[in-house]
């Protein structure tokens, strides 16, 4: 377990010395991809990581009952720390400024609350914070040499202030939703997210966007989803599909079929692509193949105007609905698995919080289906991979997922 000790100040100068070494070596040696974005990971997260990976190797031993025992720094600390750091770097002061983790109570929640819980107590102590970052971003680390059995590499999305303990409290409301074998409706929605004190509901002073890199595949489920969210509920969306030149942006409005707008191309050509779409069968052949293409990957941003809370939940109520609607004719366990990610993938797409949609559907709501149904949690590999792929596509996302949690175990 924990513990909460002082960190003396030779610990802390050698702790930062090992974190400006390693930060200084990983952008000689990888140069050419920093400048190429090639790398998945963003330079504020690799600041605190290196900075947890030095603290770590600095303070961690393990006993034998697989507990960690370590010194544990106050946010204060940390932060202090992380402005040193990187001290001088104008583009990282931002980051250390605002880091404050609740590193202390985020692993209080881990160690003792999850010990409390079926589901989340079975997962080794040490394996614990594997539950709070994205699988893809470990595998990032562990290639660059970070030791990947580190539990304070828990709060390297800290940049967005209390990420881990948000996700922490989340793991643990879900687990308890589901111990006092609640079913899901918008009231298990919005509990879970009330515990877990992610972003607010958004009302009408403000819309949302999303952006994914969706396949063929993915890209066909998001032209259905938008044409019957369009039908359905009316809100306006603007699609930015970036990899075209030039840009190309759609916008659908309710009870119209569509206006195109392409920042680069004369009027002429604007008509042109409008008059492609008098009828909803043709305005899906525009997306799909003017819009679209072929290409195996595309990142494409959704942009959704602004909507009554109301209308926000009306509209969870619905897809809620419909979820229960497809597992009750689902006829074999891939369908039903189906069925949970369908659910995710039309509320991931409605957005209707400012902040942590992913936590809230592809984490917290998404397991609530799955062990409802006598399966067992999942962690998908890569969020942006799980946005942009079908429902269907991602049963075999979730089906390792879950194969991968057991060997947390």
């Excluded at 939703?177 to 877990?196: E, N």
Aim: aromatic share 8%; with cysteine; hydrophobic share 40%.
């Amino acid at each position: 377990m924990s513990q909460n000790l002082p960190l003396s100040n030779l610990v802390e100068t050698a702790v930062i010395a090992e974190a400006r070494r390693l930060a200084s070596t990983f952008k000689f040696e990888n140069s050419a991809e920093l400048n190429n974005h090639t790398i998945p990971i963003q330079p504020k997260t690799l600041s605190i990581a290196y900075l947890m990976d030095s603290l770590f190797r600095y303070q961690c031993t393990y006993a034998e009952n697989d507990k960690f025992v370590m010194s544990i720094p106050t946010d204060d600390v940390l932060a202090r720390m992380l402005c040193k750091t990187y001290e001088g770097q104008n583009n990282l002061e931002s980051v250390a400024s605002s880091f404050e983790p609740n590193a202390r109570e985020t692993m209080r929640i881990l160690m003792e609350e999850f010990d409390k819980l079926p589901g989340l107590r079975e997962i080794k102590p040490r394996n614990r914070w594997r539950l709070i970052v994205d699988r893809q971003i470990v595998d990032v680390l562990a290639r660059h040499g970070l030791d990947t059995n580190n539990p304070l590499l828990a709060f390297i999305f800290d940049s967005d202030k209390g990420y881990a303990h948000s996700v922490a409290k989340g793991w643990v409301a879900t687990a308890r939703a589901l111990q006092d074998k609640k079913s899901l409706d918008l009231d298990v929605v919005l509990d879970i997210h009330r515990a877990a004190d992610v972003g607010r509901l958004t009302g009408l002073d403000e819309g949302t966007q999303f952006g994914a890199r969706y396949d063929y595949e993915g890209r066909k489920e998001l032209v259905r989803y938008l044409l019957r969210s369009r039908d359905e509920s009316g809100i306006p969306r603007t699609i930015r599909v970036r990899e075209r030149e030039p840009n190309l942006l759609i916008r659908l409005v309710p009870k119209k079929d569509i206006e195109v707008a392409d920042v680069a191309t004369s009027v002429s050509d604007l008509d042109a692509l409008s008059s492609l779409c008098p009828t909803t069968d043709d305005l899906s052949a525009l997306i799909e193949e003017a819009a679209l293409g072929h290409e195996e990957i595309v990142y494409i941003s959704i942009e959704r105007d602004p909507i009554s809370q109301k209308q926000s939940k009306n509209i969870l109520k619905r897809y809620i609905a419909r979820y229960h609607d497809q597992l009750g004719k689902a006829t074999n366990r891939g369908d039903k698995i189906c069925a949970a990610l369908t659910l995710f993938h039309n509320a991931e797409h409605l957005h209707p919080f400012s902040d942590g949609n992913y936590r809230m559907f592809g984490k917290f709501i998404l397991n609530f289906a799955l062990v409802s149904q006598g399966e067992s949690m999942t962690e998908l590999y890569s969020p942006h991979r799980a946005e942009g792929q079908s429902p269907a596509c991602n049963v075999v996302a979730v089906k390792e997922g879950q194969s991968w949690l057991r060997q947390l175990a």
